[in-house]
Nanobody
Framework: QVQLVESGGGLVQAGGSLRLSCAASGRTFSSVAMGWFRQAPGKEREFVACFLYSGKSTYYSDSVKGRFTISRDNAKNTAYLQMNSLKPEDTAVYYC?????????????????WGQGTQVTVSS
């Protein structure tokens, strides 16, 4: 398994930006598919974005497309989620995921390793 540690969450006003980081260890990072999910209070964990292995293929949920960007730095074994034009509805705990099982990348069950989460709060 891959060990994941998220950071970068916080409180920001609507329209602002944050960059989340996910530091990975335990496996060669360049071979790892990485994803970001989020869970708001009282709601199920939902897919936000991911890239597959080489990082050339990226996927986003419709709710964040055009505002969020997922990226990776292989030298630092770190994945990032740049979040711009934040909205109050983006408020959630954001989780990094790895060990993709190869199917249904938007499903939580498709990922085998998770970080502890980082809180993002967007005020109106």
């Amino acid at each position: 398994q891959v060990q994941l540690v998220e950071s970068g969450g916080g409180l920001v006003q609507a329209g602002g930006s944050l960059r989340l980081s996910c530091a990975a260890s335990g496996r060669t990072f360049s071979s790892v598919a990485m994803g970001w999910f989020r869970q708001a209070p009282g709601k199920e964990r939902e897919f936000v974005a991911c890239f597959l292995y080489s990082g050339k293929s990226t996927y986003y949920s419709d709710s964040v497309k055009g505002r969020f960007t997922i990226s990776r730095d292989n030298a630092k074994n770190t994945a990032y989620l740049q979040m711009n034009s934040l909205k109050p509805e983006d408020t959630a705990v954001y989780y990094c995921a790895a060990d993709w099982h190869g199917t249904a990348l938007r499903a939580t069950t498709a990922w085998g390793s998770w970080g502890q989460g980082t809180q993002v709060t967007v005020s109106s």
